[in-house]
């Protein structure tokens, strides 16, 4: 086990540009920036975030096989800017396969401990140990043409750990998958990490994957950490607009709104509707007559009531997914969904009343993007 340590990292590609005769170097915005974060040891941290967010860069700059610009890494209280890859005690699977083909299942998992001069028996006990965990103990004799897609992604991933690696790197291990299958090998994963008992970092924008797979996740945008929590903590308390917004699925309604007093209450009104929403007690002292904000309300917290107390809604949308149903109605020029367990069933033009969880509402300022914390 490792305990790794990033440290004001940076990262910034250079490109040289022709202009006629002459070579331009031009810098490029940095592809991560600043990034400051701890693996304690046997944790398994999910980075998250969009395409072209840094989190591959992050990862292959931990693995060393990119240079960091600035910061320092370190893997327990050693710096290893400076050390080669196969210095660093680090297992490393892509979501390319990268196989041997002329190779079996076997030799391809022994590939980097006979370049170390392993002795065979220690390799034969150390395959024989890591094949189990993944299910590719009846595959050794076969090779890469002859398995399925999941199949050679359990040898990608054995042969990463087969070496017994401090720290086990995972770059959307699943991304080449179809859903049935990428749901078996998270499985495989999350009973594999628990048995190596090795630090596991994986990369993904699969959501799903870091929050069922990970302790602590990671979300990045732009090269930026935004939020480093529990699976719960990211779900239930996004500390900006992006977060709220990419967590969870569907995501979180971001409405803006500007705060209207009628008699003693506050209510949230929306531009080009009639939809008011009462200001929940716990937020009272966070607003006032006239502010802007950006009210957040997950789709699992607002509710649809036969109770008479709310502005009716016509039905713009619905959505049966069997266990769920989903139902979205427009408010101004933006849409409000809604998700419930209830065996219910509406035509578009339906009208219907709504209520909000108000403990489950958020606040964010709609210039900086930030929660207004309460």
């Known amino acids: 086990m490792s305990r790794l340590i990033l440290k004001n990292v940076y990262k910034r590609y250079d490109n040289t540009e022709k202009k006629l005769f002459a070579k331009k170097k031009v810098q490029n915005d940095f592809a991560v ?11 398994f941290i999910g980075i998250l975030g ?18 960091i610009t600035g910061g320092a890494i370190f893997i327990d ?44 028996d220690t ?9 189990p965990l993944l299910k590719v103990d009846e595959l050794l004799t076969m090779k890469p043409s002859a398995l399925s897609g999941g199949q050679k992604q359990r040898v990608n ?24 299958m990428r749901q078996t090998l998270r499985q495989e994963i999350k009973r594999m990490h628990r048995e190596i008992k090795c630090t596991t970092i994986i990369v993904t924008h699969d959501q ?6 990970a302790d602590v996740i990671i979300i990045m945008k732009d090269g930026e950490l935004q939020q480093m929590g529990t699976p719960l903590e ?25 705060i209207v007093k009628q008699e003693n209450n506050f209510f949230f009104a929306f531009e080009g509707s009639d939809l008011k929403v009462k200001v929940p007690e716990r937020s009272r002292r966070l607003v006032s007559e006239g502010k802007k904000v950006t009210l957040g309300v997950r789709p699992v917290d607002v ?21 769920e149903r989903r139902v979205s109605v427009r408010v101004g020029n933006e849409l409000l969904n809604i998700t419930t367990t209830e065996n219910v069933s509406y035509n578009r033009g339906d009208i219907i009343q709504l209520d909000f969880n108000s403990e489950k509402t958020h606040l964010f300022d709609p210039e900086t993007g930030k929660v207004i914390k309460i």
């Open 33 to 43: 920036k600043d990034l400051s974060f701890e693996c304690p040891d046997n944790s």
């Open 50 to 67: 969009p395409s072209g967010c840094g989190k591959s860069t992050t990862l292959r700059m931990i693995a060393g096989l990119e240079k």
């Open 77 to 120: 209280d050693v710096r290893i800017n400076e050390l080669l890859p196969k210095d660093r005690n680090i297992g490393l699977a892509f979501e390319d396969y990268a196989l041997y083909p002329p190779l079996s299942v076997y030799d391809n998992l022994a590939f980097n401990l006979k370049a170390k001069k392993t002795p065979p």
């Open 123 to 131: 390799i034969k006990a150390a395959i024989n140990r890591v094949a």
């Open 157 to 180: 991933i054995a042969r990463a750990i087969v070496r017994q690696p401090g720290l086990l790197l995972l770059d959307e291990p699943l991304s080449h998958l179809d859903g049935k």
């Open 208 to 213: 799903i994957e870091a929050m069922s797979l």
């Open 234 to 258: 990211v779900y239930d308390s996004p500390v900006n607009e992006f977060v709220a917004g990419f967590i969870g699925e569907p995501p979180m309604n971001l409405l803006r709104s500007v």
């Open 303 to 323: 509710l649809i009531t036969r109770a008479d107390t709310s502005t009716p809604v016509p039905v713009a949308v619905y959505e049966n997914f069997g266990d």
